[in-house]
């Protein structure tokens, strides 16, 4: 499976070989820009991204902060909190995007399709009937009709915390989420 703008994906592949200094996800997450880094809500274990080779619009992902292979690494209260964030995650992509599915899973290990193996990662993304098209029936090529940062600034207001939940702060950058450039 090849996307139209796949000259990036060797390196995105190569770099997820390398230990946590070279992972993508633990390298996301010191970026101070929110935006660049195509983070759209920091937790207090886990983090979601947008997915920078997605499959269909609106493909995100939920990362632990810990550089951790499995699950089996998390603990209890990062595991909680990954779920409620898929299910705030598929809320955001219902009003959004009106999907008529959703996928929701995770690939642990290499020989199961992970990109990035060293750092698990939950992948909620919006399905279509019929979102397997002629291009990719035919020419094994995905079309992604969205920009990414459009994606970025439809979902990201609604993947933030909602009303009673605590929001957490990075230490000084102030987060530079609120309201800017909506
Ligand atoms: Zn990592």
Same mark, same amino acid.
């Given at each position: 499976m090849e996307r #139209?703008?796949?000259?990036? @994906?060797l390196r995105y592949v190569a770099s997820g070989r390398k230990k946590n200094s070279g992972c993508v996800?633990?390298?996301?997450l010191k970026l101070g820009s929110r935006r660049q880094s195509l983070i759209l809500h920091v937790g207090a274990?886990?983090?979601?991204i947008l997915n920078r080779y997605p499959y269909n619009n609106g493909? =995100? =992902?939920?990362?632990?902060?810990?550089?951790?292979?499995?699950p089996r690494g998390a603990s209890p209260a990062s595991l909680l909190e990954? =779920?409620?964030l898929a299910v705030r995650c598929e809320s955001a992509l219902r009003a959004v995007y009106r999907p008529s599915g959703i996928n929701l899973g995770m690939n642990l290990g290499r020989s199961a399709g992970a990109g990035i193996a060293g750092h698990y990662h939950l992948h909620i993304l919006p399905r279509w009937d019929g979102d397997t098209n002629f =291009?990719?029936?035919? #020419?094994d090529t995905r079309v992604i009709p969205e920009a990414l940062p459009v994606t970025y600034r439809r979902l990201r207001? #609604?993947?933030?915390?909602?009303?009673? @939940?605590g929001r957490r702060r990075r230490s000084g950058a102030g987060s530079g989420r609120r309201g800017r450039g909506r």
């Open positions: #139209l703008f796949s000259p990036w @994906r996800f633990c390298r996301a274990h886990n983090f979601v493909h =995100m =992902m939920i990362v632990p902060k810990e550089h951790v292979s499995s990954m =779920m409620e =291009m990719t029936a035919i #020419l207001r #609604l993947v933030g915390p909602g009303p009673g @939940r």
